[in-house]
């Protein structure tokens, strides 16, 4: 029979799973309380949670979420560290990523999207993807572009009669 600790805290993981887009497991052992705390600051910045969670709790809730566990068994062990991404799931994980390059850790072990298991050169992708604001402001750009074009080409012929109408007043000598 599972302890009231332990019961509470698989509601609360169950809870953050089945809101997150997106859930990655990282080991951080070795990294000091103050660089854990700085790499929770600029996940939560980036709109993520990163919490240590229990293994055999974090399995269990995975189970119970559809996951296939036992793809990912090798990668529940040791010291981890989840990332729960809630909103955005590039922004938080390349949080995470610059953190490690930083100082080598932490190190990503395995991700999931949902229910799908990604590979680590899934993840690695989804870490270089641009942002979602990022995208947002390419697609502003792209679409502001052919406008801006056509006020260049029209305002052109106004533009070259009044270059002509000045040539014009300095070669006759008058002032403009």
Do not use: C, H, W
Request: proline share 3%.
């Amino acid at each position: 029979m599972p302890n009231s600790k332990n019961q509470a805290a698989v509601a609360v993981l169950r809870k953050q799973v089945e809101s997150a887009k997106g859930l990655f497991l990282a080991d951080y052992s070795g990294l000091n309380l103050k660089a854990q705390r700085q790499l929770r600051r600029k996940v939560r910045e980036a709109g993520g949670e990163l919490i240590v969670t229990k293994n055999t709790l974090l399995k269990l809730v995975l189970k119970d979420n559809n996951v296939d566990v036992d793809k990912i068994a090798k990668e529940l062990e040791g010291q981890n560290v989840t990332l729960f991404a809630n909103n955005d799931v590039v922004m938080p994980l390349k949080a995470l990523v610059e953190f490690a390059k930083e100082g080598d850790k932490p190190v990503l072990k395995a991700g999931l999207l949902g229910t799908e298991i990604l590979s680590m050169a899934k993840v690695k992708q989804l870490a270089s993807l641009p942002s979602k604001n990022e995208l947002i402001a390419q697609l502003l750009r792209t679409l502001n572009n052919p406008a801006r074009n056509l006020v260049s080409v029209l305002s052109a012929p106004v533009r070259d009669l009044v270059y002509a109408l000045s040539a014009i007043g300095k070669k006759k000598g008058a002032t403009v």
